[in-house]
């Protein structure tokens, strides 16, 4: 019996040519028997882009072929991006021109072929295929032109074409409105896209649809299906004793909740008490999804299908009905409730020394909150600790381990950003009334170091153990962005103090110790931030490399993330010995396309998230404009600088157009615009002043002028005039047909 994973391997080592079926069968001796599981094989290498199937209906390994398999991101001004999933040689994204995109649209998985390289190193391509719609739904503006014909442009200026509505299929929409429409027909090479109005959302400036439009636009699945509720109310709301039996008694241990005000799924529980031999023994428990959510029922493939729950300002669109996630699943106090226990003795320098991982069952004794516990241990808030005096010695032994598990950590080399993150407040309205600085209290921050070390503890177990399970990894970051970081802190006098090829991550952590409170502390730590990796889901541990671990995993959040749910079975199956070698082999197999997925996902939720928190930014500051603001650098770019307002943790961009006391050109290894008269230099993490020129709502941007340059331009010194920087897309803009004209070539794609 052939495994998928055989297959590939067998066309690499045996196969030199683009082949047909009955070739492939000749040349591998593929048994009778065995014949249709290899056709199946081949047919899903072809689906997932790891094959290639040419004329002839020949396949072929892409990597033999110059063909590439990745995302498309596309641009506004027509042109896109390919991410590959196998990376270049050359490192990067492939350039493909708008002429040769052929009808694949934003967030299309797809085929490229290289074309050429320029100089440079920029790789240019062709897209040949469409392996997968980035979905058949697409939210936008419902118009109709001159004619009375309807068409939808999309919301995202990514998606570079109007969607031609036909008559009757307007769904009730009136102009102006915002639908989410389905694609019915395709584009083609001789025609636009077809589709039906399916919903109509309404004023993009009611409340709530703002939320309804970015989740639209992410395909973001938000209601339920009712067999998955059905599945869910079936499990009932209480644990039965026949649930119970054999499992790990800690009903009677003391036992805490600690989660915002707000939370209403709490996955979470923690136990603590010092030991005989001056050591603390931690138990981390965490709510038994796997025990309730079986694979392939229908609340596993939805959660499956959603990857991880979403939060936004308003609401969350959760990865299981709240009867699951809000109920019997939730570690909700004075009730029963089914968890994986992770108990680890944990010595004075922090080191697990000694550790049992259960099936338990815990009692609650208290839901308490960040803001409470905080209260008790640094306020010392009399009233507090009266309420909680039974508990209140549990917190301080809490506060003495995390203390010495931070040091640790921090000993190790973790890298910690102490980057300020902003809170939005919203009213009824869904309205931003303020935004403030995100407080992380000591509360926080040891829930979050006893989380940490959970994950480590089981990774590293069930790596020991050889079981298949998915890892959070962090993989060391690429040579080339830390030889431009270096060259760029070298600028301040600082360096890593390491060969570039010899990097670990102490050295980063001790240059953020060095910099902390320094007027160059936020250039150097956003730019360190954005030379590291990505942190992505793994079926093999490769290591945490911002955590300094050499083992880590999700195992704490089973209820909004499906990667901590395919944990908690992995982790069940080791212990109990449960697989066999047949299944072990079939996950092992599955286990890459679920890492792949559930990062995807993971991605799509952060990009939804940032997206809307922008939107409600900018609409905050709708009624600002001519106001001054404090800000920092954030983003440095041949168009001009990203500031962020201190006051309101907004971002906007000075254009450089504004920029006009002087021909500003971009430096951009040192991050940098420098005037070429002046010498005025514009760096990445200064301080600077700035006025709100414009709110854009359409492009959702706001626009600001740098005070001194407004000043001098005002007096007369200089007047507006563009850049020689712009770039050459800025400048043509003027001469493309205005949107009226455009709206009119509905169907046809935008320039």
Same mark, same amino acid.
């Given at each position: 019996?052939?495994?998928?994973?055989?297959?590939?391997?067998?066309?690499?080592?045996?196969?030199?040519?683009?082949?047909?079926?009955?070739?492939?069968?000749?040349?591998?001796?593929?048994?009778?028997?065995?014949?249709?599981?290899?056709?199946?094989?081949?047919?899903?290498?072809?689906?997932?882009?790891?094959?290639?199937?040419?004329?002839?209906?020949?396949?072929?390994?892409?990597?033999?072929?110059?063909?590439?398999?990745?995302?498309?991101?596309?641009?506004?001004?027509?042109?896109?991006?390919?991410?590959?999933?196998?990376?270049?040689?050359?490192?990067?994204?492939?350039?493909?021109?708008?002429?040769?995109?052929?009808?694949?649209?934003?967030?299309?998985?797809?085929?490229?072929?290289?074309?050429?390289?320029?100089?440079?190193?920029?790789?240019?391509?062709?897209?040949?295929?469409?392996?997968?719609? %980035?979905?058949?739904?697409?939210?936008?503006?419902?118009?109709?032109?001159?004619?009375?014909?309807?068409?939808?442009?999309?919301?995202?200026?990514?998606?570079?074409?109007?969607?031609?509505?036909?008559?009757?299929?307007?769904?009730?929409?009136?102009?102006?409105?915002?639908? %989410?429409?389905?694609?019915?027909?395709?584009?083609? %090479?001789?025609?636009?896209?077809?589709?039906?109005?399916? $919903?109509?959302?309404?004023?993009?400036?009611?409340?709530?649809?703002?939320?309804?439009?970015?989740?639209? !636009?992410?395909?973001?699945?938000?209601?339920?299906?009712?067999?998955?509720?059905?599945?869910?109310?079936?499990?009932? @709301?209480?644990?039965?004793?026949? $649930?119970?039996?054999?499992?790990?008694?800690?009903?009677?241990?003391?036992?805490?909740?600690?989660?915002?005000?707000?939370?209403?799924?709490? $996955?979470?529980?923690?136990?603590?008490?010092?030991?005989?031999?001056?050591?603390?023994?931690?138990?981390?428990?965490?709510?038994?999804?796997?025990?309730?959510?079986?694979?392939?029922? #229908?609340?596993?493939?939805?959660?499956?299908?959603?990857?991880?729950?979403?939060?936004?300002?308003?609401?969350?669109?959760?990865?299981?009905?709240?009867?699951?996630?809000?109920?019997?699943?939730?570690?909700?106090?004075?009730?029963?409730?089914?968890?994986?226990?992770?108990?680890?003795?944990?010595?004075?320098?922090?080191?697990?020394?000694?550790?049992?991982?259960?099936?338990?069952?815990?009692?609650?004794?208290?839901?308490?909150?960040?803001?409470?516990?905080?209260?008790?241990?640094?306020?010392?808030?009399?009233?507090?600790?009266?309420?909680?005096?039974?508990?209140?010695?549990?917190?301080?032994?809490?506060?003495?381990?995390?203390?010495?598990?931070?040091?640790?950590?921090?000993?190790?080399?973790?890298?910690?950003?102490?980057?300020?993150?902003?809170?939005?407040?919203?009213?009824?309205?869904?309205?931003?009334?303020?935004?403030?600085?995100?407080?992380?209290?000591?509360?926080?921050?040891?829930?979050?170091?006893?989380?940490?070390?959970?994950?480590?503890?089981? #990774?590293?177990?069930?790596?020991?153990?050889?079981?298949?399970?998915?890892?959070?990894?962090?993989?060391?970051?690429?040579?080339?962005?830390?030889?431009?970081?270096?060259?760029?802190?070298?600028?301040?006098?600082?360096?890593?103090?390491?060969?570039?090829?010899?990097?670990?991550?102490?050295?980063?952590?001790?240059?953020?110790?060095?910099?902390?409170?320094?007027?160059?502390?936020?250039?150097?730590?956003?730019?360190?931030?954005?030379?590291?990796?990505?942190?992505?889901?793994?079926?093999?541990?490769?290591?945490?490399?911002?955590?300094?671990?050499? %083992?880590?995993?999700?195992? @704490?959040?089973?209820?909004?993330?499906?990667?901590?749910?395919?944990?908690?079975?992995?982790?069940?199956?080791?212990?109990?010995?449960?697989?066999?070698?047949?299944?072990?082999?079939?996950?092992?197999?599955?286990?890459?396309?679920?890492?792949? =997925?559930?990062?995807?996902?993971?991605?799509?939720?952060?990009?939804?998230?940032?997206?809307?928190?922008?939107?409600?930014?900018?609409?905050?500051?709708?009624?600002?404009?001519?106001?001054?603001?404090?800000?920092?650098?954030?983003?440095?770019?041949?168009?001009?600088?990203?500031?962020?307002?201190?006051?309101?943790?907004?971002?906007?961009?000075?254009?450089?157009?504004?920029?006009?006391?002087?021909?500003?050109?971009?430096?951009?290894?040192?991050?940098?615009?420098?005037?070429?008269?002046?010498?005025?230099?514009?760096?990445?993490?200064?301080?600077?002043?700035?006025?709100?020129?414009?709110?854009?709502?359409?492009?959702?941007?706001?626009?600001?002028?740098?005070?001194?340059?407004?000043?001098?331009?005002?007096?007369?010194?200089?007047?507006?005039?563009?850049?020689?920087?712009?770039?050459? =897309?800025?400048?043509?803009?003027?001469?493309?047909?205005?949107?009226?004209?455009?709206?009119?070539?509905?169907? !046809?794609?935008?320039?």
């Amino acid at each position: 019996m052939f495994s998928r994973d055989q297959v590939l391997a067998l066309m690499r080592d045996r196969v030199h040519h683009p082949a047909g079926m009955r070739e492939l069968l000749q040349l591998l001796k593929v048994p009778r028997d065995d014949r249709t599981s290899f056709k199946r094989h081949i047919k899903s290498l072809v689906a997932s882009g790891e094959l290639i199937q040419i004329r002839g209906h020949r396949f072929g390994l892409p990597e033999k072929m110059d063909l590439y398999v990745g995302r498309l991101q596309t641009h506004p001004a027509g042109y896109g991006f390919v991410t590959p999933e196998r990376p270049l040689e050359t490192g990067g994204d492939i350039y493909v021109p708008a002429p040769l995109l052929n009808e694949a649209m934003h967030g299309d998985r797809v085929v490229v072929r290289i074309e050429r390289v320029k100089e440079g190193g920029r790789v240019e391509g062709r897209v040949i295929r469409i392996l997968e719609r %980035s979905g058949a739904w697409i939210v936008g503006r419902y118009d109709r032109d001159e004619s009375g014909m309807g068409y939808v442009v999309p919301f995202d200026r990514r998606v570079l074409m109007d969607i031609f509505v036909p008559p009757g299929h307007e769904g009730g929409a009136s102009p102006g409105e915002m639908v %989410s429409v389905e694609i019915t027909r395709w584009p083609t %090479s001789t025609r636009g896209a077809v589709g039906r109005v399916a $919903d109509v959302l309404g004023d993009i400036d009611a409340p709530g649809v703002d939320t309804e439009i970015i989740i639209r !636009k992410y395909n973001i699945p938000d209601a339920h299906s009712d067999e998955a509720i059905s599945e869910a109310v079936r499990l009932g @709301t209480a644990v039965s004793e026949k $649930d119970i039996r054999g499992r790990t008694d800690f009903r009677g241990v003391p036992t805490v909740t600690i989660d915002g005000e707000h939370a209403r799924d709490f $996955d979470d529980a923690i136990t603590i008490e010092k030991l005989p031999n001056g050591n603390y023994w931690l138990g981390v428990h965490i709510a038994d999804v796997s025990h309730y959510v079986h694979d392939g029922s #229908a609340l596993d493939r939805e959660a499956y299908e959603r990857g991880t729950s979403v939060y936004f300002p308003e609401r969350a669109v959760h990865m299981f009905p709240a009867e699951l996630a809000t109920g019997l699943c939730s570690l909700n106090p004075h009730v029963d409730r089914l968890v994986q226990s992770c108990l680890m003795e944990v010595n004075r320098h922090g080191q697990v020394v000694r550790d049992e991982l259960h099936d338990g069952v815990i009692n609650s004794d208290e839901r308490m909150t960040y803001t409470a516990v905080n209260g008790i241990l640094t306020d010392r808030d009399p009233e507090l600790i009266e309420r909680y005096t039974p508990l209140v010695p549990m917190f301080e032994t809490m506060k003495e381990l995390f203390v010495i598990l931070n040091d640790a950590r921090r000993r190790r080399g973790s890298i910690d950003f102490d980057l300020n993150e902003a809170e939005v407040i919203v009213d009824e309205g869904g309205e931003v009334e303020a935004i403030i600085a995100l407080q992380r209290n000591v509360a926080h921050r040891l829930i979050e170091e006893f989380m940490l070390l959970a994950n480590e503890t089981v #990774a590293t177990h069930l790596e020991a153990n050889g079981a298949p399970a998915l890892y959070r990894i962090h993989e060391e970051p690429d040579v080339m962005k830390v030889s431009k970081f270096e060259d760029f802190v070298s600028g301040f006098g600082y360096s890593l103090g390491a060969p570039l090829t010899s990097l670990r991550p102490r050295h980063f952590q001790k240059l953020l110790q060095r910099i902390e409170g320094k007027p160059e502390e936020k250039p150097i730590a956003f730019l360190m931030l954005r030379t590291m990796q990505k942190a992505r889901y793994a079926p093999e541990n490769l290591g945490h490399f911002g955590l300094a671990a050499p %083992s880590y995993t999700h195992f @704490t959040s089973p209820i909004r993330r499906y990667p901590d749910l395919v944990v908690h079975r992995a982790l069940r199956a080791s212990r109990h010995a449960t697989l066999s070698a047949e299944e072990r082999d079939e996950l092992r197999e599955e286990l890459p396309e679920v890492a792949r =997925h559930a990062s995807e996902m993971e991605r799509r939720a952060d990009d939804a998230e940032r997206e809307l928190l922008q939107w409600k930014k900018v609409k905050f500051m709708a009624d600002k404009v001519g106001d001054e603001f404090h800000g920092y650098v954030t983003g440095v770019a041949a168009f001009g600088l990203f500031i962020e307002l201190v006051e309101h943790f907004v971002e906007g961009l000075v254009h450089i157009s504004t920029m006009a006391d002087d021909y500003y050109r971009f430096v951009e290894g040192a991050h940098l615009l420098r005037g070429e008269n002046t010498q005025k230099v514009y760096r990445l993490g200064d301080k600077v002043e700035v006025q709100v020129v414009r709110v854009n709502m359409e492009l959702r941007q706001v626009d600001l002028g740098l005070i001194e340059i407004l000043e001098r331009v005002r007096s007369g010194a200089q007047g507006p005039r563009r850049s020689r920087a712009t770039p050459k =897309h800025e400048s043509r803009r003027k001469q493309r047909p205005g949107r009226r004209e455009r709206e009119r070539l509905r169907g !046809k794609k935008r320039r």
